[in-house]
């Protein structure tokens, strides 16, 4: 439970850095905003124990979450251009 948790706060930090560190304008709010974050950070936790950088069911860390979310935002954008 704990780590659902720290992966919901740790995501909805990485989602705001993840705006500012990806350049462009992307209309989103801050709610779609946090909700990639938190996105990215179940992405990088469960990649990372698919690769085996992490137990199963531990929290990725914030690098790591951050990451996660700058590529979700930058597929994000190129599904938005595209539409």
């Given amino acids: 439970m704990m780590s659902i948790l720290g992966t919901l706060f740790i ?5 705001f850095i ?6 462009g304008d992307d209309n ?4 779609m905003t946090a909700i990639l ?10 990649a990372g ?3 085996g950088l992490y137990a ?5 860390g914030f690098i790591a ?3 996660g979310a700058v590529v979700l935002l930058v597929i994000y954008s190129l599904l938005k251009k595209k539409a």
């Avoid at 989103?28 to 709610?31: P, Q, S, T």
């Fill in 56 to 60: 199963q069911g531990q929290a990725a």
């Fill in 37 to 46: 974050g938190v996105a990215g950070s179940f992405l990088a936790s469960y």
């Fill in 49 to 51: 124990a698919a690769l």
């Fill in 18 to 23: 993840a705006r500012m560190i990806k350049p």
């Fill in 11 to 15: 995501g909805l930090i990485a989602g």
């Fill in 65 to 67: 979450s951050v990451v």
């Fill in 28 to 31: 989103m709010g801050w709610i």
